[in-house]
Every structure is written in C-alpha cells, then in structure tokens.
C-alpha cells in the first residue's frame, strides 16, 4: 500500500495566489518573503511520513526485539513490555500497523500522528484478535519515536497492569460400565510437590530431596526436576489418591521448607490396579508422546496412557479453553478474553464393576 503524502504546514495551492500578491504589493521586502516562505516549505517537505517508524514498531511488537523501535524513553519501554507480557507465557504474536494522518506542528507542540495497531495472539488453540493505538512524536531532528504506554499492548490496561494467560482444563470423559457405573472417574487426589516460589534457590534442591525420601521417589531425579524448574513453578513429585496418603507423610510434609500438598481431582479407577489392562491409565504425556505429536501434546498434559483410556483419549479428553486476564496492580483480575473448555465425552462399556473385582481377587 503506498504511503500518503503528509503535509506538515504547506498552504493548500488555492493560497499560493496570496503570496505572489504580497511579493507584487511590497516590491522591496518580496524577496526576503519569498525567501522564508521557500525555507519554511522545504524544512516541511523534509520531515519523513511516519510509517517506516510504524511498521519498525509493529516488527518489534511481533518479536520482542524492541531495540529496532525508536522509543521516547528506550528504558521505560523495554522495562514495560516484558512485564506487561511476561504472563502470556509460550503463546505467540503478530502485529501489523497503519497510520492517521500527521498532526501538524504548533508554536506549543510538534507533530504528532497515530499509530493503529492490529494484534493476534495465539493463545493455545485459541486465537485472540483486537486493535490498539501508539502515539508518535516527530523530534527536532526529523525523526518519530513511540510513546511507551501499556495501552500500546492492549487498550484497557492502566498503569502498573499486566496480561495473565490461563488454560481452564476440560473435565476428562468418564468410561462408565454396566448399568452405567462409573469406573474411570473424577476421583480426589493429593499433589506432593515443591513450590520454588516459597523456597530460597540455595534451600530448593536440599528440600527437594528431604520430600522425595519421605514419599519414597527417586531423590537424585526429582532433585534435579526441581532445580531445572522456573522460580515460581509448583513441581510434583507423586500424586496419591486422597485416602491413601500415609499417616506420615500427611504429618511431616509441612516441615519441609517449600513443600506443598494440593488437592485435586483425576480420572482413576476404583481401586489401583482395577481392569488396567483393559481400561489402562491415565497420567502425565510421556516424552515419547511429546516427541511423536510437539503439537497436540506439550509437558504436564494429562493423557490417556494405555488401554481403552489411550484408545479414546481424543473423545474423553474434550476441547481446552483459555482465558487472558488483567492484573492491576492492586491485584484486582478482569477477564479481557475468554473461550470456555469444552469437557470430554463419556465412553460406555459393559464391565460390571462387582464381577470385575471379583475376578481379580480370585
């Protein structure tokens, strides 16, 4: 699309009449008028459109590289848009700009124009679109720099606000049998784990080992789990099923600086080992599986692993949403883009759950 031609303070040509009148009017000084109308004319037509500066703000917006982009305050903006975004966490961008027409310069201000700014985010399997405004300022030099704002990145946030992305996880399908009992269900569980937000860096290894001996895992594994992990992530050692935490460990987990026990819900079935090798499993995505599929699965998801479970995992999983958040910074959260989970379908067998523990016991 070609540039429009800006114009910074040239008369419209139905006034040029006017200024070959004043030369004709006042012979002595007409040279000297024409001769700063010519200067003020040139110096108009040197100062660039501002879409270059434009398009370099909407490359750098895409990319994070922000050193492209000429700021008013280079700091300020760098500083701003890594903690503005920061919490969009993996999810993508792209930014593409157009600009209004240039605000002439005043004997009190200089010109001014407006970026528009069309945004995408690629938020999981989502993809949220809205537009946004920069302001550009042309300098002395002749050249346009951005005014940093966090309304840059999306139009509602207020200073000090941030952009907070979250995966609202689908209920997994039950596998229901005979008479339509449920087998694979929602059961409650525990999560053992480490959380590194509450544990100094020196102190989270040390904690991590005391944990994995007290719920019997691997220490040197989990260890070095914990000490791979970001600084404000909950890292799990072992999920147990809510009646079947041992006396012990529900007693002595606290101690351990940073551990943590959350409660939650997993598709088990009745007992541990109940119809496994026709039901299977369900549990964290293998790295196998992430390595055979990087798009559909990604670490911590939660799959069907074998058996009927994995046969018809893509039914029984159902459908992720998302939501993206406002934090102001007074910890206030508003939704500003939502798409709902939608939750798996059920999977009817026949196995009568009685026969099938029966079975098992003899």
Known sequence: MSSPRYRLGRPPRHQLGHRFACGAVAVVVGTLLLAACTSADDSADAAPPPDAAAQALATGLSSGELDAVAWTDPEAAAAGFAEVTEGMGSATRSVTATVSEVDPATDTRPATATAFLQWTWNVGDQSW???????????????????????????????????????????????????????????????????????????????????????????????????????????????????????????????????????????????????????????PVTAELVAEDPEKYAAGDVVGLSGLSARYDDELTGTAGVVVRSIASDGKRRPVFRVDAVDGEPLATTLDENLQLTAEQL
């Open 129 to 283: 679109a809205y537009d946004s405004t920069a302001a550009l300022t042309l300098t002395p030099a002749d050249s346009w720099t951005t005014t940093w704002n966090p309304t840059v990145v999306e139009p509602s946030l207020g200073a000090g606000s941030v952009l907070d992305a979250s995966t609202l996880w689908p209920a997994r399908g039950p596998i229901t049998g005979a008479g339509g009992a449920g087998l694979v269900v929602e059961r409650p569980v525990v999560r053992f784990g480490i959380d590194r937000s509450q544990v100094p860096p020196v102190k989270a290894v040390a904690s991590a080992r005391k944990l994995a001996r007290l719920l019997d895992v691997d220490p040197a594994s989990y260890a070095a789990s914990v000490e791979a992990a970001g600084p404000r992530a909950f890292v799990p050692a072992i999920v147990l099923r809510r009646d079947d935490v041992p006396l012990p460990v529900a007693q002595q987990y606290q101690s351990i600086k940073g551990a943590l026990a959350v409660r939650d819900s997993m598709s088990l079935g009745p007992t541990t080992d109940f119809a496994v090798p026709l039901l299977g499993r369900v549990g």
